[in-house]
Nanobody, 124 residues
Framework: QAQLAESGGGPVQAGGSLRLVCAAS????????VSWFRQAPGQVREFVAT????????NYADSARGRFTVSRDNAKNTVYLQMNNLKPEDTAVYYC?????????????????WGQGTQVTVNS
């Protein structure tokens, strides 16, 4: 199966931007629905954004829509999360998740592959 690794997190001032990267290896990544989740201290892991395996359709959490953009480059086995206009409430560990031919895109239980997470800290 594919393995996932996130990168691109770090500290940023409110209003700034980051681009997170999810790099996959070990399988044909184009067959996988890939999503971003985040988890803040004391909180459950919540859905952020997804991009589907078949038609590259995207969906976003209300908190992300209009500020975040998820995209993929299957030739590079890579999924991106461009985050603009970051807010302190975006502070969390961000995880890349994937499932081959996945269709349950907005729940953590819909995924069986996870990266290790990358920390995003938004300072006010």
């Amino acid at each position: 199966q594919a393995q996932l690794a996130e990168s691109g997190g770090g500290p940023v001032q409110a209003g700034g931007s980051l681009r997170l990267v999810c790099a996959a290896s070990g399988d044909t990544f184009s067959d996988y629905t890939v999503s971003w989740f985040r988890q803040a201290p004391g909180q459950v892991r919540e859905f952020v954004a997804t991009i589907s395996w078949g038609d590259d359709s995207t969906n976003y959490a209300d908190s992300a829509r209009g500020r975040f953009t998820v995209s993929r480059d299957n030739a590079k086995n890579t999924v991106y999360l461009q985050m603009n206009n970051l807010k302190p409430e975006d502070t969390a560990v961000y995880y890349c998740a994937a499932r081959r031919y996945g269709s349950i895109w907005n729940r953590a239980s819909g995924y069986d592959l996870w990266g290790q997470g990358t920390q995003v800290t938004v300072n006010s």
